[in-house]
C-alpha cells in the first residue's frame, strides 16, 4: 500500500508540473512585468474612476506612470489657484493572491482619498472616503485595466487619457458637464408614462430610485455613478421595470437625458420657479453680496446687539426660509441665539417676490429681540418689508393707511431673483427697484457680514 501510494503522488505531483513551463514565481515576475509595462505605456497617462466606499460615488483620478516606478496624480477633488493639484509619489508591484498595484508612498492626492478624516468632510472620521491604496490587477490591456480594491472590493476601471488632452481642460469638462447635469429633483420615465421617482444623494455622486413592486411595496434602487465627458456612468447596471440602465447621456443645457442605449428610459430635471425654490428652502444671506450701505447696517446691528444683550455674539449667520420649528417662512438671525420674523409675501411670475410685511404673529424670539435692540435691527428688516411694533413689548404691529407713507417704518418691496443654475441654484442674487442687491447662498460661511 505504501509503495502504492507513493507512485500515485509521484505521478499527480508529475501531472500538476507539467501543466506550467515555469513556476508560479516565474509566472508573477512575468505577470508584473508585463502589467508594469502596460501601465507606463499610456502616452497621456490613464484616467482612472475611482470608488472607495461606493455610496459615496466616483471620481476622476489621472494617473501618469513614469519609467522609474514613480506616479503623477490628479484629481476633480483637489484645485489650487485654479489649476489641479499634481503630486509624484512612488509605486510599485507586489504579489498577493496575483499581482497587486501599491501605492506606497504618500500622496496627498491619492491620500484624498483613503485617509481616514477626508479633507473635505466626506464620510465618518476614522473611514473618510472609504478608498483603497492598494488594487488587484484583475485584466490588464493598452485599452482597458481593470482593478480590484484589496480592502473595498470596488471594482475600479481605467482608460487611457485622450491624446492631446490636457488634464486640467478634462477635469474642467467634467466640473462643468456636473453643474449643467446635477438637479435637486429627479424623476425616471420609461416609455413615456411609468414614473419612477428619484432623489439625488447630493453632494454625494448617487442617484436614489424609489420603484413599487406588484404588491405595491417601494423598494429602493441605488445608483453610485461618476461623471464622464459623455455622463452619468453607473457603477454597474441596474434593472428598473425590466430595464437595464448603464448610461444617461449628457446634452447641453437640457432638461432630460436618455439612457445610452434605450431612448425610451429617460432621467428628467424637474426645475421648479426659482421663487419657489426660494420660499421652500434655507437661503442665507452672504455680507459680501450686499452693498456697503447696507453691509454697514447689519454690522451696526451686530455690534450694537452684542454690547446690549448678555452672551450674544456678533452676527454668525442670517437666512430666508422656512423655520423648521415653526413651519414658517421668513428671515431667521443667529448671533448665540435664533429669532426669527416671520414675513408675509406673494410670489409674481416665476421670478420675483414681494415681501409684503411682518406677521401680526410673533416670530420665535423676535419680540425679545426687537425689545432691547430694535433701534438697530429694525433697520434691517426695513430692507424687505414694512415693519412697526411696540417699543415695550418689541411685537410686530398693524400698518394704518397712514403708516404706509411713511419711510421710516419701510415699504413693500418686490425683488427680482436669478440664479447660476435653475436645476439645482447654488446661489440666488435679488434685486429691488432701487438696485439694491443681496446675494443668497446654501452653504453659511460663520460671521459673514465682516466680524470676528
Same mark, same amino acid.
Given at each position: ?71 503623477? =496624480?490628479?484629481? #476633480? %477633488? !483637489?484645485?489650487?489657484? /485654479?489649476?489641479? +493639484?499634481? @503630486? *509624484? ?50 485584466? =490588464?490591456?493598452? #485599452? %482597458? !485595466?481593470?482593478?480590484? /480594491?484589496?480592502? +473595498?472590493? @470596488? *471594482? ?59 404588491? /405595491? ?236
Amino acid at each position: 500500500m505504501l509503495c502504492t501510494l507513493g507512485l500515485v503522488y509521484t505521478s499527480c505531483t508529475n501531472e500538476v508540473e507539467d501543466l506550467f513551463d515555469k513556476s508560479a514565481s516565474e509566472r508573477y515576475t512575468e505577470a508584473a512585468r508585463q502589467s508594469n509595462e502596460i501601465l507606463q505605456s499610456a502616452p497621456n497617462g490613464w484616467l482612472m474612476y475611482y470608488y472607495g466606499s461606493v455610496s459615496y460615488g466616483g471620481y476622476n483620478l489621472w494617473l501618469k506612470f513614469n519609467r522609474d516606478n514613480t506616479v503623477t =496624480a490628479a484629481t #476633480e %477633488r !483637489i484645485k489650487n489657484g /485654479g489649476v489641479y +493639484t499634481q @503630486a *509624484t509619489s512612488h509605486y510599485k508591484m507586489e504579489q498577493s493572491a496575483g499581482v497587486i498595484l501599491s501605492f506606497d508612498e504618500y500622496n496627498n492626492v491619492l491620500h484624498y482619498f483613503s485617509d481616514p478624516v477626508n479633507p473635505d468632510n466626506i464620510g465618518t472620521n476614522g473611514a473618510g472616503f472609504g478608498g483603497d491604496l492598494e488594487f488587484r490587477i484583475m485584466s =490588464a490591456t493598452p #485599452e %482597458r !485595466i481593470v482593478l480590484s /480594491g484589496k480592502k +473595498t472590493n @470596488a *471594482t475600479i476601471v481605467m482608460v487611457p487619457m485622450p491624446a492631446g488632452t490636457d488634464v486640467d481642460t478634462y477635469l474642467n469638462q467634467i466640473q462643468a458637464i456636473e453643474k449643467d447635469m446635477i438637479a435637486a429633483n429627479l424623476a425616471l420615465v420609461i416609455d413615456g408614462k411609468d414614473t419612477i421617482q428619484a432623489v439625488p444623494n447630493s453632494p454625494y455622486r448617487m442617484i436614489s430610485f424609489t420603484v413599487v413592486d406588484e404588491k /405595491g411595496v417601494p423598494q429602493t434602487v441605488r445608483a453610485p455613478y461618476i461623471v464622464t465627458p459623455e455622463g452619468y456612468q453607473l457603477y454597474r447596471p441596474i434593472t428598473i421595470k425590466d430595464r437595464k440602465i448603464e448610461k444617461f447621456v449628457y446634452s447641453p443645457n437640457a432638461q432630460q437625458y436618455q439612457e445610452a442605449s434605450d431612448a425610451n428610459v429617460v432621467l428628467h430635471c424637474l426645475a421648479e420657479d426659482l421663487n419657489k425654490q426660494l420660499v421652500k428652502s434655507v437661503w442665507f444671506l452672504d455680507g459680501e453680496g450686499m452693498s456697503a450701505a447696507n453691509a454697514a447696517i447689519w454690522k451696526e446691528y451686530s455690534y450694537e446687539c452684542k454690547e446690549e444683550v448678555d452672551q450674544t455674539t456678533a452676527i454668525q449667520y442670517a437666512y430666508f426660509g422656512t423655520y423648521s420649528r415653526s413651519n414658517t417662512f421668513g428671515l431667521s438671525i443667529f448671533n448665540g441665539y435664533l429669532h426669527h420674523y416671520i414675513i408675509e409675501y406673494k410670489l409674481i411670475g416665476k421670478e420675483q417676490i414681494e415681501f409684503t410685511r411682518v406677521s401680526e404673529k410673533e416670530g420665535f424670539n423676535g419680540a425679545y429681540y426687537l425689545r432691547y435692540c430694535g433701534e438697530w435691527l429694525a433697520p434691517c428688516i426695513r430692507m424687505f418689508t414694512k415693519l412697526k411694533y411696540d417699543a415695550t413689548s418689541g411685537k410686530p404691529l398693524a400698518l394704518s393707511a397712514e403708516d404706509l407713507d411713511d419711510d421710516k417704518l419701510g415699504k413693500s418691496q418686490t425683488y427680482t431673483l436669478e440664479t447660476d443654475n435653475l436645476k439645482n441654484p447654488s446661489y440666488i442674487k435679488m434685486t429691488n427697484a432701487d438696485g439694491e442687491e443681496f446675494t443668497l447662498s446654501l452653504q453659511s460661511k460663520n460671521y459673514p457680514f465682516g466680524q470676528e
